[in-house]
């Protein structure tokens, strides 16, 4: 199968810092390959991929992220590479908006990365049945209103990439974009009730993330609690292995949430609220623990050093794989292809 891959224009593929859906689309690509399939990527032009590249977009637009202007430029280009190919998976919002009302050479689809808000059920409520939709969680895909869901197919990550860790590092960790979403300062609040170090690796670009980092977290930052900024991914390797546990304190319907797959990788137990996709992601009392609330996460850490840190690794290694997810995406863009066909 000829595979043409689209990522948002925003940061290179792979990540060279944060970036979940870039590692998401480079893990995917890695898969599709692997199984004998050609895939031809549409990114910014300094993405490092072991396949064809495609770009109009020298550099990624990582300080325009959500802008009009480039994201139409990128898929206007992609659409440009259509020909020849037997299906186009596009990650991005704008392009699949554009397959929906063209007249396309081959059949376009789309996986939805984010959680169906207002906005985007409207988008997607338009477009789903004309491009096949992709959801990442069931929690996610509970969410959808008027919009067809095409498949429901989980993360994949490959385990070989991260370093194995026996946690000896005895402090926490929390990954991901400096977001109140993303609860940082509930981390904090654990972290100080049971006075542990806590590493804190996050995006923070956008204005509304350093205003909350500003109001919440600087004025907690001590020698205890140290941000370390947006990490290279050789850093958050590091402290993804020698972290004692990865926090998830969210509080909304996270439609995935790749960095639990990355800590139970690198061996590492997650401790995650009952929000969103975490309660199909954690494997309660074997992989992490799934927790009520910040007194219940304290103790769960309490609790994490008696887990098996090899069962984690292995856990996500047979639930998770990269092989298990590219061959969910063969099947369903098999399936769509067919379709397309017959109309």
């Known amino acids: 199968m000829r595979i043409l891959m689209v990522a948002p224009p925003w940061t290179p593929i792979p990540p060279t810092k944060y970036g979940g859906i870039e590692f998401v689309v480079s893990e995917l690509i890695k898969g599709l390959t692997a199984l004998g399939h050609e895939v031809v990527l549409v990114a910014s032009g300094d993405s490092k991929v072991d396949v064809e590249l495609r770009s109009v977009i020298k550099d990624a637009e990582g300080m325009r992220i959500g802008m009009a202007v480039p994201e139409l430029r990128h898929v206007l280009f992609a659409r440009l590479q259509m020909n020849g190919f037997d299906i186009v998976h596009d990650h991005t919002v704008a392009g699949p908006v554009m397959a929906a ?32 939709l992709i959801a990442i969680s069931n929690s996610q895909a509970n969410s959808a209103l008027n919009v067809e869901i095409g498949d429901i197919i989980h993360h994949g990550i490959d385990v070989t990439t991260f370093p194995f ?74 402290l993804l292995r020698d972290a004692r546990a990865l926090l998830f304190p969210i509080r909304w319907n996270e439609p995935f949430g790749m960095v639990m797959l990355e800590a139970m990788a690198s061996g590492t137990p997650v401790i995650a609220f009952k929000e969103g996709a975490a309660v199909e992601v954690v494997n309660d009392g074997v992989s992490g ?42 099947d369903f863009y098999k399936r769509t292809i067919a379709n397309f066909n017959n109309n």
């Open 165 to 238: 860790g026996a946690g000896d590092g005895n402090y926490l960790f929390c990954l991901g974009r400096m977001s109140e979403s993303k609860g940082i300062h509930r981390a904090i609040k654990v972290a100080n009730m049971l006075n542990m170090e806590l590493r804190i690796a996050a995006k923070m670009r956008e204005t509304h993330e350093i205003e909350y980092f500003n109001r919440y977290i600087e004025p907690e930052l001590s020698e205890t609690i140290i941000y370390e900024g947006e990490v290279s991914h050789a850093r958050k390797l590091e």
């Open 289 to 330: 623990f799934l927790v009520d609330d910040e007194v219940d996460m304290a103790s769960a850490v309490e609790k994490s050093s008696k887990l098996d840190r090899a069962l984690v690794r292995s856990y996500v290694e047979s639930e998770f794989s990269v092989e298990k997810m590219a061959q969910r995406h063969i």
């Open 101 to 132: 009302f063209c007249n396309n050479s081959c059949p376009v689809v789309t996986t939805i990365h984010g959680p169906f808000n207002e906005e985007l059920n409207d988008i997607y409520s338009q477009t789903s049945s004309k491009v096949p």
